[in-house]
C-alpha cells in the first residue's frame, strides 16, 4: 500500500505534447502497456540516463538519437527491459522507431525508445508495431493520466503532478509523470519520468535546470539500492506558452528551477511513497557534516541497512541499529562521540550514546507513525543532505521472490 | 534453518583451554547466556575488532587490556550488545571484569569482556556477578559444545570446528567456536569467535597467521551488510602442545595457517550457513577482474542486492538482476561486454548478454539447489576473489522485525 499518495492531482496539458496510451499484449493481456508521447516540432528535449554500466538497449538508442537529432516522440513499453539483450535487442528497439517513424512520417532518429520491465528477454516487437496504429489514434492533450498508467510495472498506483503558475507575469505549466517502485537506487534517475513544460528554454537552460533539479530529488531517493538499467528522465521545453529563458543568469531562471523541483520532487517523492513492499515514508536528514558527500554517504548507509529497515516495519525503535549503520558509513571523519540522532522531534542518542531523557514509549510513539524523519547530527562541519526511502516488508520480499510469475 | 550444518563435529580439547557455560538470566530465564574461557598462564593471545566506528565498550576494554596484558579469561555474555551506552557501558563491562579477577585471584586488566545482543541498553550487572561462582565452578576442557550454545543469539545452531593433526611430526589441535547469523558484513569478522590452538607461537607468528586467516574466512561473508558493533575474533595458542613456531619464514608457518585457515574458513561458512532466514548457501566467485578489490566490490555488490537475494529466496533464475548489480559495481574498468555469468556449470550471460546457450529450465534446475555458486568473470585481468552469503528470504525480515519481542 502506498503511503500518503491518493488520487492523482489535476493535470494540466502542455501545449505541444499529446500522450496516447494502449494495450499491446507485450507481457500480459488488457493491461495497458504501450505509451506514446508526440511533442511539437521545435520542442528541446533534454535527457538524464542511468549510470549502470549495463544500459538497456532502449537506453542505448535514446541516447544517441537525442544527441543528434530533435526528437518527435517516445515510445515506451512495460513488460520487457529489452536489457542484457546484446545486439538482437537494439535491432527490435530500433525497428519499434522505425515502425512510429514511418507512421509519423519523420525519421527514425526522431524517436526515442523506452522499456521497463523484465531484464533479458526480448522485446515482441511484431505485438509493439502493429498496436502502433490504434495507439497514435488516441493521442490527446489530456492523455497524462492515462499515459501514468500505462508506464506503470510492480507500481501500485499511478504517479504525476502538474503546476499551472506564473513567472514575471509569464504564464507556465509544468505536468509530468514517472514509474518506479522497486530496483530504485539513485545513480541518476531509477526510473522513467517524463516531465514537459510549455516554457520556451535555450540548449543550455533545459539542460543546467534538468541537472539542477535531479540532483535533489531522483538522486536522493533509494528503495533497494539496486540502480536500473533502465533509468531516463526525459525533460521537454515545447515553448509554446509565454516563459522565455535564454540563459541561467536571468533571474527567471531560478523562479522556473523552482516550480520544475516542485514537480520533480513530488514525482521522486511518489516513487518512494509507492516503492514496493512500503509501510513507512522514510526521510533521512544528515545535518552538520563536513561536506555534502559524507552526509550522503550517512544518509544512504541508514537507508540501505536491512536491519533499519526491518525495524521501521516492525514499528521497533530499535535505534541502535541507526547508529551502528552510522558507524560502518564510509566516512573517514565520523566522531561517534559527536553524533545526535532523532527521529521526528524525539532525540533517542546523544554524543553517540541513547540520550538520558530518551524513554522506549516516545520512541514507539513516533515509530507508529507512518511519515519518519531520521535526523542524524554529524556535529562537525555544517553541511547537510536529504535521502528518502521505505521500509522492507514481507510485501517487499514476496513482489521481488514473484515478480516473473 | 541452516543449510549444510548438522550436529556438531568431534570437538578436541586444547590443553591449557577451559570453558564453562551457565545461565545468568541477563535477557530471557533459562537460556545460556554467559560463557568464561579460560586459558593457561603464558598463552599468547591476539584479537581483531570490529570496524565500526560505534564500538561497543567490551570491545573497547578487551582492546584496551589486550594491548598491555597477557589475558587469563574471557567473559561473553549474550543478550545485550552493551553497545552506545557510553561512559555507563564501560563502568558496567569493567566491572564485570573487576568480579571475576578476584576470584580468579588475577587483575582486571587480565579478564577480556565480550557481549552480543540488543544495542544501547544497559548490562544487568548484578546478574552477570551472581552467576559468576557458579560458572567457573564448570570450567572444563570438554566445556567447547556448551560454550558454543551459549554464544548463541539469533543463531538457531551452535557452530564449532575442530582440527587434530601434525605438521612435521608435531602434534597439532585447534578447535574453535563462533556465534553470528544477522547483522553480518566483512569488516574485520563479524560477529564472536573464539578459537585456541596448543601450538606455541610467537607474538609476531599468532599475529600474522591470525590476520590471514581473518582476511579470507570472516572478511569473506556478508549477511546483510550492516557490521555489528561488537565483532571479535580471538586466536589463543597455549604452547603446550608439539608444535613450535617462532616465525613465519619457518616452512611450518604455512603449513600451520593451512590448518588454522581450514577452522576459519568452517566458522565463517557455518555463519552463512545459519544466516538469518537462509534457504539457499551462496558463493560468489569473481574472477579475471584487474585487482582483488575490483573483484571484491563486484562480488559485494550482487551479494548484497536485495533483488538477487530474493529471486534466490524464489528459486528463480531472473540472472538479469546479477547482471544489473555487476553494472553498478562501483569499479571503474568494468566492460561489461566482457562480462560472463554462470550459475554452477550454467552459462547465463556471455558478452554482457544472455548466452546463446542458455535455457531457462537449466537456470530453474541449478536454482532449486540449496547450495549454488555464482561465477562472474570479468573478463580484462587475472585476480580474483569469493564471498559467501545467503538469500533474502520472509524469514530475515521475521527474525528482525520481531528481533526485541
Request: aromatic fraction near 6%; glycine fraction near 8%.
Amino acid at each position: 500500500m502506498a503511503v500518503g499518495l491518493s488520487t492523482l492531482p489535476r493535470l494540466f496539458p502542455v501545449p505541444g505534447i499529446r500522450l496516447a496510451t494502449t494495450s499491446a499484449g507485450i507481457r500480459k493481456r488488457n493491461r495497458k502497456d504501450l505509451v506514446i508521447i508526440e511533442c511539437a516540432t521545435n520542442t528541446r528535449v533534454a535527457g538524464v540516463f542511468t549510470n549502470n554500466k549495463l544500459r538497456a538497449a532502449p537506453v542505448v538508442l535514446a541516447h544517441r538519437h537525442l544527441a543528434g537529432h530533435s526528437p518527435r516522440a517516445c515510445i515506451i513499453n512495460t513488460g520487457f527491459a529489452n536489457a542484457a539483450t546484446g545486439q538482437k535487442g537494439l535491432e527490435d528497439a530500433l525497428a519499434c522507431c522505425q515502425a512510429l517513424a514511418e507512421q509519423m512520417h519523420c525519421q527514425t532518429e526522431e524517436i526515442l525508445p523506452f522499456s521497463t520491465g523484465v531484464i533479458g528477454e526480448r522485446l515482441p516487437v511484431d505485438r509493439i508495431i502493429n498496436a502502433i496504429p490504434d495507439c497514435l489514434a488516441k493521442l490527446d492533450a489530456d492523455g497524462w493520466k492515462d499515459a501514468a498508467h500505462g508506464i506503470m510495472t510492480t507500481d501500485t498506483v499511478a504517479k504525476a503532478f502538474s503546476v499551472k503558475t506564473s513567472i514575471n507575469g509569464k504564464g507556465l505549466t509544468i505536468t509530468g509523470i514517472v514509474k518506479g517502485s522497486g530496483m530504485i537506487r539513485p545513480d541518476m534517475a531509477t526510473m522513467l519520468a517524463f516531465v514537459a513544460t510549455d516554457a520556451k528554454l535555450s540548449a543550455e537552460v533545459i539542460t543546467s535546470a534538468l541537472q539542477e533539479v535531479t540532483r535533489t530529488s531522483f538522486n536522493r531517493i533509494t528503495v533497494d539500492g539496486d540502480t536500473s538499467t533502465n533509468d531516463a528522465c526525459l525533460l521537454f521545453a515545447t515553448g509554446q506558452g509565454e516563459l522565455v529563458i535564454e540563459n541561467d543568469s536571468e533571474d527567471s531562471y531560478q523562479l522556473f528551477v523552482k516550480e520544475l523541483g516542485k514537480v520533480f520532487l513530488d514525482l521522486a517523492q511518489a516513487i518512494i511513497r509507492d516503492a514496493e513492499g512500503i509501510t513507512k515514508f522514510i526521510t533521512i536528514r544528515v545535518t552538520n557534516g563536513l561536506s555534502e558527500s559524507d552526509c550522503l554517504e550517512v544518509a544512504y548507509t541508514v537507508a540501505h541497512s536491512p536491519l533499519v529497515k526491518t525495524a521501521f516495519f516492525a514499528s521497533d525503535p530499535n535505534w541502535g541499529r541507526i547508529l551502528a549503520a552510522v558507524g560502518r558509513a564510509p566516512v573517514k571523519d565520523i566522531d561517534i562521540d559527536s553524533v545526535s540522532v532523532y527521529l521526528d522531534d524525539v532525540c533517542i542518542a546523544r554524543s553517540g550514546a541513547v540520550a538520558d531523557d530518551y524513554s522506549e514509549a516516545a520512541g514507539k510513539n513516533v515509530m507508529s507513525r507512518d511519515e519518519i524523519t531520521i535526523r542524524i547530527d554529524l556535529g562537525t562541519g555544517q553541511s547537510q543532505a536529504t535521502v528518502w526511502t521505505s521500509d522492507l516488508s514481507h510485501d517487499y520480499v514476496t513482489i521481488n521472490a514473484e515478480y516473473r510469475t
